[in-house]
């Protein structure tokens, strides 16, 4: 949990909601659910724009408990990747 930085898209913050985790990014901080899907990737629906398929975020750790990066598929054309804070 935590927020996480991208110099191209900004900040995307994860958080836990209800024992869930939640992505919110961007200037409207729009907020998907995710769900587990394994290890440390995690699944959500962008949605909007005629996309519907799922997403992949993926965190890579630094040390064992805490995560370094995330990488967003849905945004990853080489700079989906945001650094925590």
């Known amino acids: 949990m935590g927020t996480y930085v991208s110099n191209v898209y ?16 961007g200037p409207k901080h729009m907020v998907f659910a995710l769900h587990h899907w ?3 990737t995690f699944v959500f629906r962008p949605g909007g724009g005629g996309f519907r398929a799922a ?3 993926t965190f ?9 990066t995330l990488t967003i598929e849905w945004l990853n054309d080489g700079l989906g990747t945001f650094t925590k804070q």
């Open 60 to 68: 890579t750790p630094a040390a064992s408990t805490h995560p370094a």
């Open 38 to 40: 394994s290890g440390d």
């Open 10 to 25: 900004g900040p995307a913050t994860i958080s836990e909601v209800s024992g869930g985790l939640r992505l919110t990014i």
């Open 55 to 57: 997403s992949e975020l």
